[in-house]
């Protein structure tokens, strides 16, 4: 019964090329989230939709395009890939809370581990 | 902006004893969540715990339990009777209620449990 599942686990490519990373959600939230984390394990957020519409966009690079179908999914689009993107990727997803605004416990996927060469 | 910092880079225990990881924060803001994560070495992020701040009373989940300090803006994990499956990097992180919706994390501290 996964919660919150990533395709693929891991990401071998070279650099240059456009990649994609999948994620679904079958808790019924809201929300979804994508972070990055890096070689010393430091988790930053990246994009955060909430029912297909972006709400939040770091500052991360144009070559990061995170796209909606549906409230369910959140995948992260790649293109030409650099070597410093290579890291760990997680999804994650909460329910948005309609009183007070906000949304609730954040619950992650497995992670994708994206090495570029 | 916030940020939370986690001074304890490696911590280790004895397997059965207890150990407390701290967490400091700093906010502005009145009203946000606190949480720990789990990161053993499969990867996968685990909610440990969750506390509301305005909430007086600490979290408590099984062996888990934290110490809440709001005025001094401190949020540690304290892990009671430690087994060997508690071996992970452990994750402190500020959730803003009417802010940005985004987990802000600290640098994470790596536990290691000696049997």
């Known amino acids: 019964d996964t919660a919150v599942s990533q395709t693929p686990k891991y990401l071998v490519t070279q650099m240059g090329n456009d990649k994609s990373i999948k994620c679904e959600q079958n808790?019924?939230?809201?929300?979804m989230y994508w972070y990055k984390q890096d070689s010393k394990k430091f988790l930053k957020i990246m994009f955060s939709?909430?029912?297909?519409?972006?709400?939040i966009n770091e500052t991360v690079p144009n070559r990061f395009s995170p796209k909606s179908p549906d409230k369910a999914h959140l995948n992260l689009h790649i293109n030409s890939l650099e070597l410093g993107d290579s890291a760990v990727y997680f999804c994650a997803s909460s329910l948005f809370r309609t009183s007070g605004g906000s949304t609730d416990t954040q619950y992650f996927g497995p992670g994708t581990r994206l090495t570029v060469l | 902006a916030q940020t939370v910092t986690q001074s304890q880079p490696e911590m280790s225990v004895q397997e059965a004893e207890t150990v407390t990881l701290s967490c400091t924060y700093d906010t502005s803001e009145s009203d946000y969540y606190l949480f720990w994560y789990k990161q053993p070495p499969s990867r996968q992020m685990i909610l440990v715990i969750r506390q509301e701040a305005y909430k007086q009373q600490n979290a408590t989940e099984n062996r888990f339990s934290v110490n809440f300090q709001k005025a001094a803006k401190s949020f540690s994990l304290k892990i009671s009777d430690s087994q060997l499956g508690d071996a992970a990097m452990y994750f402190c992180?500020?959730?803003?209620?009417?802010?940005?919706?985004?987990?802000?994390f600290g640098q994470g501290t790596r536990l290691t449990i000696n049997p």
């Open positions: 992180a500020y959730f803003s209620v009417q802010g940005a919706q985004k987990l802000v």
């Open positions: 808790l019924g939230h809201d929300t």
């Open positions: 939709y909430n029912n297909k519409e972006l709400i």
